[in-house]
């Protein structure tokens, strides 16, 4: 079965789901290093450290690559994060495609039916944010999975 997916305006950690995907560095800094910022930065505002802390554990990232870890204070069943930009702060194509692809390969392995993912790349990774969502549409359109998917195009409230 194709992969559903819906696109909403709005802020990630406020979409009801099983888990959400954090797009995520290559582990290169230490977490307690990072200055919190993008959807990173917001879900440790509200989950904590402790899914951090769990991803750390899992050492450096491919790229690509997918760890999913506990949600910290948020209430989701998980976080998956993806390594969607580079060592250098950037997204390509590939980083996009592989993190959208092996995020739904997270979501199926542990039985979700519900993700939400952000623009993978469009913040920190400096990708053109219609870009990313036309290669995150794509990406899911070539895949085959129970797992509904809402992707995020975040808004700052006013």
């Known amino acids: 079965m194709a992969v559903g997916y ?23 800094i230490p977490y307690w290093l990072l200055l919190p910022q993008g959807v990173s930065g917001a879900i440790k505002k509200r989950a904590g450290l402790s899914p951090f802390k769990e991803l ?24 998956i994060h993806v390594a969607g930009i580079n060592d250098f702060w950037r997204a390509s194509e590939k980083s996009i495609r592989q993190s ?13 039916l519900t993700i939400a993912l952000p623009l993978i790349g ?14 995150i549409m794509d990406e899911l359109s070539r895949m085959e999975s129970t797992v509904s ?10």
């Open 6 to 28: 819906e696109i909403v305006d709005g802020d990630l950690l406020d979409v009801v789901a099983d888990a959400i995907v954090n797009p995520w560095n290559r582990n290169t």
């Open 100 to 112: 959208v692809r092996n995020a739904l390969l997270a979501a199926d392995k542990k039985g979700w």
């Open 56 to 79: 750390r554990r899992h050492g450096r990232l491919g790229l690509g690559e997918a760890v999913v870890t506990s949600a910290g204070s948020l209430p989701y069943k998980g976080i």
């Open 149 to 158: 998917v809402v992707i995020v195009r975040y808004r700052r409230q006013t």
């Open 122 to 135: 469009a913040g920190s990774g400096g990708f053109p944010p219609q870009e990313a969502e036309r290669l």
